[in-house]
């Protein structure tokens, strides 16, 4: 032990030390790490912990030498609380300051509740424990102490038999009171163990003599093999298929470099034991820090600095952004965030109550949003803005069982007994969904929808999806790599046909060559950092260029090209349209967009406040918008000069669904909705009435007849009013037979991949299409007169038709279009300005002067009732859609859809990653868009989610791997580093493919078979760490990530610091 001669002993195989304190007779451990902590010690006890800030947690003991007391020293504190031999409960604790009669101040502790409480038997074994909300669980032991079972609140058991005793006692069987988990384990002397699983597959786990795992074999025979040197340190990780990933340390332990199969590696620098800088090919990151070893200034591979400041404890009091933009924080005593005031000047205030929950959120607006909690610090209800409720309850196993939506309807929850996995939704229709969970790793097998038909999914022992039949029969099936890789794809035909795609892979997993049904091939191509730079169909060459920060600054497309520069903060700032025209893009202090120029010369104007676009100013126009206390648009003006030219006003229900649109140009219209939200009927000049299904299917419009329900079967629309539909064997509309006789033919034609090639219309016009790599449609030809586009990632960008050219430009990261430039080069190109909906979708188009040039009434799902004026053609409808004057049909990027049935010609291609009902566009037209032709999302007037709190996870789909087309980087608002310890939280979970308060998918069309999730990890205090994450369902895999709000608990920057092992977040 350390003494006065030698008063400090260091450990430097475990980075940890010991050495003398300052108070007499205390001794302080440590270890290194970018979180240090100081455990310090007197007469053997552990009496404080404190951090770099001098932070201390201070424990207290009885007079017996129990732990009594653990407090933070800011007034909050555990209480332990004993009975004779055992801990009996935890209670939470305020410290309130108090005077006595004398005048004396008192600082007393008060119990605020009682966390938990602990039963023992006579034996001195814990047998049960309560929570705060009353739920217990019990246990059950052997002889030898050692557990036999664990029953759940919730009612489930879980059992374990054992062999051997004392510290040789292993675990032989683990199984539980619901038949899908039945585990026996097989051990022998060296360090194996092999476990038999109930659908009989086989995992087999090899230690080395000092218990670290050095082989895995999975179900499918794929075997990992890590490596260690001398000091224990994982040096190599061989994957299945042979591929080796390097670790390299420093002499002191640190890790030095990641050296993965073929990408070049990261690097990693140090300076007193502190990360300095990443560098990683040409690009360099460099970290300065504090004493602490908080990050104080961050230099990107450009040289723009963040700088970061923090008071005496710790907080983060000040971000300053490389534009000299500031988020600034403010704090309690407590460590609760009280106040932010961000770059734009807009503030966010928050309140706790006594338990540190937030309970008030007042955003830049001054809206205020109320929280309410139950005992265990489970959401029960939030009130809205304007006072709307959305309430919630919970069985034992913290799932939602009930919830009550803003107009008092109930969806309710039933479980699979003894499971916290949901068994059936019941509507508020009344209306049902169930779900069975039928193999070992309780994923889902069946879906029964509202109509009683049936969606399966069969998997591999390993968890892989092998194959699944569809509500219409249509059956895929997958083979994959022994990395989980997807190498082969058959799609089967109900007449017998078969499609086969088959996939190669490099040795990081990235696609190579996509061999198509019909033999034709994809190649792609990446540089040595991993990114596409190069995509050949023998038909339409992309290619792609990066900047040292990875952000795509040249985009080659067949003969045109793209080109984009950007600001300090990762904001476009240039971009180069294939005509050679030139955007100006530039943002105010806080990302949002203030103007943008064309060619030199303003073209639009922008003012914001608290993140709400209030002006915007079009050549000569100007328009004016106003919002509801949730942030929905409200009303929309527009005026020339001083003078008001047309006005729009939007109302809605409590729910959030569009109530009303009050159009001085237009009329009024108004909008129901039955008890799902669907919509029923529009009143107005153009009254409309709508039936649907229970699965969904719109059936019925306006004067038609009442839906019969044999017109739909597995969600294929066979026949609505005289029109009647047939289909191919992969479930793609191939002709529709209308008028007498049905003898008004139209048929549609289809590639192996299911897009649209080719239509004969009754008249004798013929259409056909084609496209890219990516799927993106490049040409379109009619009756011999053809049609050229481009695109910017997935937008389109530019058309070329004879001698006619456009381009679009669009508010920046969305498919809401700015602006149409009607000419070809800067000197040609005149612009014309759209005038959008509460959608997003096109209602004028108007000239510099602000003259009206094109104007359109629109029916609910989306068919044009009336072309007011139409001086020039506008082809753009609902958001990423463009009209088709030949067919009548809106290309929707990876599909088409019909406005007048409101329907996709052909099945989803995510399948159930794109929804329950494979032909659906949206949930309601008023709210929602699918700018991507693959999943719904709520549109920019605020609906609710689709995807309630507590729905299984139907979005299992089978990712084929194959890269996104690239695009520039949206306005971020958004980070990729996390910046506290709650953010690192938060991403570990989202790497972990868990969540810890909120997990909600949300059905992101950016990303084609991939789960895109909102992550939230919700401290005591009521700080949100969110980040938004693209997962591979089946394995899990975190591919990529953005923050969009980081956590303010204990704020602190995050330098990609390596001193996590790798591989600990897989643990």
């Not at 918008?625 to 648009?633: A, F, K, T, W």
């Not at 996709?904 to 566009?921: E, M, V």
């Amino acid at each position: 032990m350390p003494t006065e001669q030698r008063p400090a002993i260091t450990n430097s195989l475990a980075q940890a030390a010991i050495y003398l304190g300052n108070a007499p007779g205390e001794l302080i451990l440590t270890q290194a790490g970018p979180k240090a902590r100081f455990y310090h010690f007197h007469a053997g006890r552990l009496i404080t912990i404190s951090d770099a800030y001098d932070n201390r947690i201070h424990i207290s003991y009885d007079l017996v030498g129990r732990i009594q007391r653990i407090d933070n020293g800011a007034g909050r504190a555990l209480l332990l609380r004993y009975d004779d031999r055992h801990i009996a409960a935890v209670d939470h604790q305020q410290q309130r300051s108090e005077y006595n009669d004398r005048g004396e101040r008192q600082d007393p502790w008060l119990t605020i509740q009682t966390l938990v409480s602990y039963r023992y038997n006579t034996r001195n074994q814990l047998v049960s424990s309560t929570n705060a909300a009353g739920e217990t669980e019990y246990y059950r032991y052997n002889d030898q102490h050692v557990i036999l079972e664990r029953q759940l609140a919730g009612g489930a058991s879980f059992f374990w038999e054992w062999e051997r005793e004392g510290k040789l006692s292993r675990c032989v069987r683990h199984w539980a009171s619901y038949s899908q988990l039945e585990a026996r384990y097989e051990w022998d002397d060296k360090g194996s163990v092999t476990v038999y699983n109930a659908d009989g597959s086989e995992q087999v786990y090899v230690h080395d003599e000092n218990a670290r795992l050095i082989s895995e074999t999975a179900p499918d025979g794929g075997e990992t093999q890590k490596a260690y040197d001398d000091q224990g340190r994982l040096v190599a990780v061989k994957d299945p298929m042979g591929a080796i990933t390097e670790y390299q340390y420093s002499d002191a332990g640190r890790l030095m470099a990641v050296i993965p199969p073929e990408d070049e590696p990261t690097r990693y620098n140090y300076f007193n034991g502190q990360l300095i800088d990443v560098q990683r090919g040409k690009a360099r990151w460099k970290y300065e820090r504090n004493r602490q070893g908080d990050i104080t200034q961050q230099t990107d591979p450009h040289g723009n600095e963040t700088h970061y400041n923090y008071d005496r404890q710790g907080r983060l009091l000040e971000i300053r952004h490389p534009d000299g933009s500031r988020h600034q924080l403010g704090w309690n005593n407590l460590g609760q965030l009280l106040e932010e005031r961000l770059p734009d000047g807009s503030q966010r205030k928050y309140r706790y109550d006594a338990l540190g929950r937030q309970i008030t959120r007042q955003d830049e607006t001054g809206a205020i949003t109320h929280y309410q909690w139950d005992a265990v610090d489970r959401l029960t209800q939030i009130t809205l803005p304007g006072g709307a409720t959305r309430a919630f309850t919970y069985n034992p196993y913290g799932r939602v069982t009930a919830e009550r939506d803003e107009l008092g309807r109930i969806t309710r929850y039933e479980y699979a007994e003894g499971l916290h996995l949901v068994s059936r939704r019941i509507n508020p229709d009344g209306s049902q969904l169930r779900y069975r969970y039928d193999n070992s790793r309780l994923l889902l097998t069946e879906i029964e929808n509202e109509r009683g038909e049936h969606y399966h999914l069969d998997y591999y022992p390993n968890g892989l999806i092998q194959q699944e039949t569809g509500f219409d029969g249509r059956r895929t099936a997958y083979k994959y790599d022994l990395n989980g890789q997807l190498l082969k794809k058959t799609e089967f035909g109900d007449d017998g046909s078969e499609l086969i795609t088959e996939y190669q892979r490099d040795a990081a997993g990235r696609l190579l060559v996509k061999t198509l049904a019909d033999g034709e091939e994809i190649h792609y191509s990446y540089d040595a950092l991993g990114r596409l730079v190069n995509v050949d169909d023998s038909n339409w060459p992309l290619a792609y260029e990066y900047d040292l920060q990875d952000r795509l600054i040249t985009e080659h497309q067949g003969w045109s090209t793209l080109r984009y520069e950007y600001d300090s903060v990762g904001q476009l700032k240039h971009c180069r349209l294939p005509d050679g025209s030139k955007l100006d893009y530039r943002h105010q202090p806080g990302g949002q967009l203030s103007s943008i120029d064309l060619n030199g010369s303003r073209l639009t104007s922008h003012q914001f406040n608290a993140g709400r676009e209030q002006q915007r100013q079009q050549g000569l126009l100007l328009s004016q918008y106003q919002y509801d206390e949730q942030g929905r648009l409200q009303a929309h003006s527009v005026s020339q000069r001083e003078k008001n030219l047309f006005q729009r006003r939007y109302t809605y229900d409590a729910n959030g669904n569009l109530a009303g649109i009050d159009d001085s140009r237009k009329g009024h219209r108004s909008y129901h909705y039955d008890p799902l939200d669907r919509l029923i009927n529009v009143r107005g000049a153009t009254p409309e009435s709508f039936a649907h299904d229970p699965a969904g299917n719109l059936l019925g419009q306006n004067n038609e007849p009442t839906a019969n329900l044999a017109n739909v079967k597995g969600n294929r629309l066979l026949m609505q009013g005289d029109r009647h539909y047939d289909y191919d064997a992969y479930g793609n509309l191939i002709r529709e037979r209308r008028g007498a006789g049905q003898k008004l033919v139209t048929e549609y034609r289809y590639d192996c991949q299911h897009r649209l090639i080719g239509v004969s219309l009754p008249g004798g016009s013929v259409a056909s299409y084609k496209y890219d790599a990516f799927g993106r449609r490049i040409e379109k030809t009619v009756d011999g007169h053809t049609t050229e586009f481009l695109w910017q990632g997935e937008r389109l960008i530019a058309e070329s038709a004879d001698n006619r050219y456009r381009s679009y430009i669009y508010e920046p990261g969305t498919f809401r279009p700015l602006a149409m430039l009607d000419g070809e080069g800067p000197l040609k190109a005149a612009p014309f300005y759209y005038q959008l909906d509460h959608l997003g979708t096109p209602q004028e188009l108007t000239d510099y002067s602000g003259e009206i040039m094109w104007s359109a009434k629109y029916r609910a799902y989306g068919n044009l009732a009336a072309l007011d004026i139409a001086e020039i053609d506008n082809p753009l409808r609902f958001q990423g859609q463009y009209f088709d004057a030949e067919t009548g049909l809106h290309y929707n990027r990876h599909r088409y859809y019909n406005p007048g049935t409101g329907r996709f010609l052909t099945p989803d291609p995510i399948k159930l990653a794109g929804g329950l009902n494979n032909y659906q566009y949206v949930p309601n037209p008023t709210g929602w868009v699918d700018p991507m032709g693959l999943t719904s999302c709520p549109g920019a007037g605020g609906s609710k989610p689709e995807i309630r709190l507590e729905d299984p996870p139907v979005k299992a789909t089978v990712n084929e791997g194959s890269p996104p087309p690239p695009a520039p980087p949206k306005p971020d608002k958004w980070s990729r580093e996390p910046k506290s310890i709650q953010d690192q939280m938060t991403l570990q979970a989202a790497k972990e493919g868990r969540g810890v308060v909120i997990i909600e998918n949300l059905n992101d069309p950016a990303f084609k078979g991939m789960d895109k999730i909102e992550l939230k990890i919700k401290s005591k205090n009521g700080n949100d760490s969110v980040v938004h994450y693209v997962r591979n369902p089946q394995t899990g895999e975190l591919m990529d990530f953005k923050f969009k709000k980081h956590s303010t608990d204990d704020i602190k920057p995050w330098g990609n610091d390596p001193s996590v092992p790798p591989g600990a977040i897989d643990k």
